[in-house]
Protein backbone atom coordinates (compact mmCIF):
# COMPACT_ATOMS: atom_id res chain seq x y z
CA UNK A 1 0.00 0.00 0.00
CA UNK A 2 1.60 3.79 -0.49
CA UNK A 3 1.74 5.75 2.97
CA UNK A 4 -0.97 8.03 0.95
CA UNK A 5 -3.54 5.63 1.41
CA UNK A 6 -2.72 4.33 5.50
CA UNK A 7 -4.84 6.98 6.78
CA UNK A 8 -8.10 5.54 5.16
CA UNK A 9 -10.55 3.16 7.91
CA UNK A 10 -9.42 -0.16 8.53
CA UNK A 11 -5.84 -0.04 7.21
CA UNK A 12 -3.17 -0.21 9.18
CA UNK A 13 0.99 0.18 8.92
CA UNK A 14 3.56 -1.91 10.33
CA UNK A 15 6.04 0.05 12.78
CA UNK A 16 8.48 1.00 10.03
CA UNK A 17 5.23 2.31 7.33
CA UNK A 18 4.06 4.00 10.59
CA UNK A 19 6.97 5.62 10.81
CA UNK A 20 7.26 6.68 7.50
CA UNK A 21 4.02 7.85 7.55
CA UNK A 22 4.64 10.08 9.93
CA UNK A 23 8.04 11.60 8.19
CA UNK A 24 5.67 13.62 5.94
CA UNK A 25 4.70 15.63 8.57
CA UNK A 26 7.61 15.26 10.56
CA UNK A 27 11.13 14.30 8.90
CA UNK A 28 12.49 13.19 12.09
CA UNK A 29 10.56 10.71 12.34
CA UNK A 30 12.72 9.00 9.43
CA UNK A 31 15.35 8.62 12.06
CA UNK A 32 13.42 5.59 13.44
CA UNK A 33 14.22 4.02 10.14
CA UNK A 34 17.48 4.49 9.84
CA UNK A 35 18.29 3.88 13.48
CA UNK A 36 16.56 0.30 12.73
CA UNK A 37 17.97 -0.59 9.60
CA UNK A 38 20.95 0.89 9.06
CA UNK A 39 23.71 -1.84 10.48
CA UNK A 40 21.60 -4.07 8.03
CA UNK A 41 21.97 -1.99 5.43
CA UNK A 42 25.52 -1.39 5.78
CA UNK A 43 27.28 -4.85 6.10
CA UNK A 44 24.84 -5.92 2.87
CA UNK A 45 27.17 -2.82 0.56
CA UNK A 46 30.38 -3.46 2.35
CA UNK A 47 30.21 -7.22 1.87
CA UNK A 48 29.70 -6.23 -1.73
CA UNK A 49 31.53 -3.30 -2.45
CA UNK A 50 33.63 -3.29 0.45
CA UNK A 51 33.87 -1.38 3.82
CA UNK A 52 35.56 2.10 2.21
CA UNK A 53 32.48 2.41 -0.38
CA UNK A 54 30.00 1.25 2.16
CA UNK A 55 29.91 4.08 4.33
CA UNK A 56 29.16 6.37 1.40
CA UNK A 57 26.75 4.46 -0.32
CA UNK A 58 24.60 3.17 3.07
CA UNK A 59 24.12 7.04 3.87
CA UNK A 60 23.21 7.67 0.26
CA UNK A 61 21.02 4.08 0.10
CA UNK A 62 18.81 6.10 3.15
CA UNK A 63 19.37 9.82 1.95
CA UNK A 64 17.53 8.26 -1.86
CA UNK A 65 15.22 6.48 0.70
CA UNK A 66 13.92 9.49 2.63
CA UNK A 67 13.55 11.50 -0.61
CA UNK A 68 10.97 8.67 -2.10
CA UNK A 69 9.50 8.10 0.92
CA UNK A 70 5.76 8.91 -0.18
CA UNK A 71 5.91 5.92 -2.49
CA UNK A 72 7.22 3.62 0.10
CA UNK A 73 4.75 0.04 -0.05
CA UNK A 74 4.07 -1.68 3.25
CA UNK A 75 3.08 -4.88 1.64
CA UNK A 76 5.72 -7.05 3.87
CA UNK A 77 5.36 -5.10 7.06
CA UNK A 78 9.09 -4.24 6.64
CA UNK A 79 11.57 -1.29 5.24
CA UNK A 80 14.54 -3.34 4.90
CA UNK A 81 13.56 -5.05 1.41
CA UNK A 82 12.63 -1.62 0.31
CA UNK A 83 16.00 -0.41 1.40
CA UNK A 84 18.00 -3.15 0.28
CA UNK A 85 16.39 -2.48 -3.22
CA UNK A 86 18.08 1.11 -3.39
CA UNK A 87 21.19 -0.07 -1.92
CA UNK A 88 21.57 -2.61 -4.75
CA UNK A 89 20.30 -0.09 -7.49
CA UNK A 90 23.23 2.12 -6.08
CA UNK A 91 25.57 -1.11 -6.37
CA UNK A 92 24.77 -1.69 -9.90
CA UNK A 93 25.74 2.24 -10.95
CA UNK A 94 29.05 1.89 -8.93
CA UNK A 95 29.40 -1.71 -10.45
CA UNK A 96 33.03 -1.18 -11.13
CA UNK A 97 33.67 -1.32 -7.27
CA UNK A 98 31.60 -4.09 -6.89
CA UNK A 99 33.32 -5.87 -9.93
CA UNK A 100 37.16 -4.69 -8.31
CA UNK A 101 36.41 -6.27 -4.76
CA UNK A 102 34.89 -9.44 -6.31
CA UNK A 103 38.33 -10.31 -8.66
CA UNK A 104 40.09 -8.77 -5.21
CA UNK A 105 38.58 -11.88 -3.43
CA UNK A 106 39.53 -13.97 -5.86
CA UNK A 107 43.12 -13.06 -6.08
CA UNK A 108 43.63 -12.88 -2.01
CA UNK A 109 41.39 -16.13 -1.36
CA UNK A 110 37.82 -15.70 0.38
CA UNK A 111 39.85 -16.60 3.92
CA UNK A 112 41.84 -13.55 3.61
CA UNK A 113 39.02 -11.43 2.58
CA UNK A 114 37.02 -12.01 5.45
CA UNK A 115 39.86 -11.64 8.05
CA UNK A 116 40.64 -8.23 6.17
CA UNK A 117 37.15 -7.13 5.85
CA UNK A 118 34.76 -8.89 8.68
CA UNK A 119 32.14 -11.71 9.60
CA UNK A 120 30.97 -12.85 5.91
CA UNK A 121 29.72 -15.87 7.62
CA UNK A 122 32.86 -17.81 8.85
CA UNK A 123 35.55 -18.12 6.70
CA UNK A 124 36.26 -20.44 3.81
CA UNK A 125 39.54 -21.66 2.17
CA UNK A 126 42.04 -20.16 1.20
CA UNK A 127 41.74 -21.30 -2.73
CA UNK A 128 37.94 -20.95 -2.81
CA UNK A 129 37.46 -18.49 -5.92
CA UNK A 130 34.33 -17.48 -5.15
CA UNK A 131 34.71 -14.17 -6.02
CA UNK A 132 35.89 -14.57 -9.81
CA UNK A 133 32.88 -17.04 -9.70
CA UNK A 134 30.31 -14.55 -8.20
CA UNK A 135 31.89 -11.74 -11.03
CA UNK A 136 30.86 -13.90 -14.14
CA UNK A 137 27.19 -14.24 -13.07
CA UNK A 138 24.72 -12.70 -14.43
CA UNK A 139 24.06 -9.21 -12.85
CA UNK A 140 20.25 -10.25 -12.43
CA UNK A 141 21.03 -13.54 -10.90
CA UNK A 142 24.08 -12.08 -8.89
CA UNK A 143 21.66 -9.45 -7.17
CA UNK A 144 19.18 -11.87 -6.29
CA UNK A 145 21.33 -14.70 -5.17
CA UNK A 146 23.87 -11.77 -2.55
CA UNK A 147 19.93 -10.23 -1.42
CA UNK A 148 19.56 -13.63 -0.16
CA UNK A 149 22.44 -15.11 1.32
CA UNK A 150 24.28 -11.47 2.27
CA UNK A 151 20.89 -9.63 2.87
CA UNK A 152 19.12 -12.14 4.47
CA UNK A 153 15.95 -11.55 2.64
CA UNK A 154 12.86 -13.70 1.84
CA UNK A 155 12.49 -14.95 -1.54
CA UNK A 156 8.79 -12.50 -1.05
CA UNK A 157 11.26 -9.84 -0.11
CA UNK A 158 13.67 -9.83 -2.83
CA UNK A 159 10.93 -9.91 -5.56
CA UNK A 160 9.79 -6.87 -3.59
CA UNK A 161 12.91 -5.28 -3.20
CA UNK A 162 13.52 -6.04 -7.08
CA UNK A 163 10.07 -5.30 -8.28
CA UNK A 164 10.18 -8.43 -10.33
CA UNK A 165 8.05 -11.74 -9.94
CA UNK A 166 8.74 -13.87 -7.13
CA UNK A 167 8.86 -16.65 -9.74
CA UNK A 168 11.96 -14.59 -11.41
CA UNK A 169 13.70 -14.34 -8.19
CA UNK A 170 13.36 -18.26 -7.62
CA UNK A 171 14.63 -18.86 -11.56
CA UNK A 172 17.39 -16.51 -11.07
CA UNK A 173 18.91 -17.98 -7.76
CA UNK A 174 18.49 -21.54 -8.70
CA UNK A 175 20.40 -20.45 -11.96
CA UNK A 176 22.99 -18.52 -9.82
CA UNK A 177 23.29 -21.72 -7.45
CA UNK A 178 23.82 -23.98 -10.65
CA UNK A 179 26.53 -21.71 -12.28
CA UNK A 180 28.70 -21.94 -8.71
CA UNK A 181 28.48 -25.18 -8.16
CA UNK A 182 29.56 -26.01 -12.01
CA UNK A 183 32.59 -23.13 -11.02
CA UNK A 184 33.45 -24.15 -7.84
CA UNK A 185 32.90 -27.98 -7.76
CA UNK A 186 30.96 -29.99 -5.01
CA UNK A 187 30.29 -27.75 -2.14
CA UNK A 188 32.58 -27.57 0.69
CA UNK A 189 31.06 -29.71 3.73
CA UNK A 190 30.51 -27.24 6.93
CA UNK A 191 31.80 -24.27 5.08
CA UNK A 192 30.20 -21.54 5.75
CA UNK A 193 30.19 -19.47 1.86
CA UNK A 194 29.02 -21.98 0.00
CA UNK A 195 25.84 -21.55 -2.03
CA UNK A 196 23.67 -24.12 -2.72
CA UNK A 197 19.63 -23.66 -3.72
CA UNK A 198 18.09 -23.13 -0.22
CA UNK A 199 14.99 -23.91 0.47
CA UNK A 200 12.57 -20.73 0.65
CA UNK A 201 12.25 -18.75 3.65
Do not use: K
Request: aromatic share 6%.
Amino acid sequence: MLLDELSHPGLQASRDGAAIARSLSSREAFTEIFDRHFVAVHRYIARRAGRERADDLASQTFMVAFERRRAYRDGLGSARPWLLGIATNMLREDRRVEQRLLTTVAQLGNEAWVSANGSAGGAGRADYDLGAALARLDVGQRDALLLHVWGELSYAEIAESLEIPIGTVRSRISRACAALRSELGAPHAGGANTFSDEEER
